[in-house]
């Protein structure tokens, strides 16, 4: 469940990025047009000021047309403005929950069974999952009784079993990891 909204999350996220990148474009050409009209009302009422031949008649017209898109232009570039700050607002909610995901921290003490153990590439099938809070790169220690075996490293998860590398130089000389063996994840002190 964790993870279809870890990936509903990202989904969203990427979603919100590429709107807030179109609406970073909308703005810019906006921007461009609003700069390019307040330029073209500069000339035209500098071309008023000078008495430009035909200025009276044509100027007047384009310098009212200009200066009501100029105003069109700013309302809809304020518009996008406060659009891609809710935007940007949202990206920044999704990239905080994704984080909070990831560094989510597994339950001290939490206890598994190994499955199946593949000695040829030192890696083990563990009956914890993401369902039990289980994250990759975490540690757990594997024991036999009371008798330490060594650690193993979760590097894939599912919702009810995780692979995990065992980490050969914490096993001792003349012992392995088997199946049955049980997984227990101890917090690291920092």
């Known amino acids: 469940e964790a993870k279809s909204e870890l990936d509903k999350a990202k989904t969203e996220l990427a979603a919100a990025e590429e709107k807030v990148t179109n609406a970073e474009t909308q703005l810019a050409q906006a921007m461009t047009d609003g700069e390019a009209k307040d330029t073209r009302i500069a000339e035209l009422e ?7 031949p035909g200025a009276e008649t044509a100027g007047t017209g384009d310098v ?3 200066t009501t898109e100029r105003d069109e232009l700013r309302t809809v570039v304020a518009g996008l403005e406060d659009r891609n700050a809710g935007l940007e607002a949202q990206v920044a909610e999704l990239k905080r929950k994704d984080v909070a995901r990831q560094k989510s921290q597994m339950r001290q003490g939490l206890q598994g069974t190994v499955l199946a153990v593949n000695q040829a590439w030192n890696f083990v099938v563990l009956s914890l999952g993401d369902r039990q809070g289980v994250v990759p790169n975490a540690e757990l220690l594997v024991q036999r009784g009371s008798q330490l075996l060594g650690k193993v490293r979760v590097t894939s998860v599912e919702p009810s079993t995780s692979i995990a590398d065992i980490l050969v130089r914490t096993v ?6 088997m199946p049955g063996d049980t997984v227990i994840y101890q917090a690291q002190r920092d």
């Open 64 to 66: 009212a047309t200009i």
């Open 172 to 177: 001792p000389r003349g012992l392995s990891v």
């Open 46 to 52: 500098q071309e008023l000021a000078e008495g430009a």
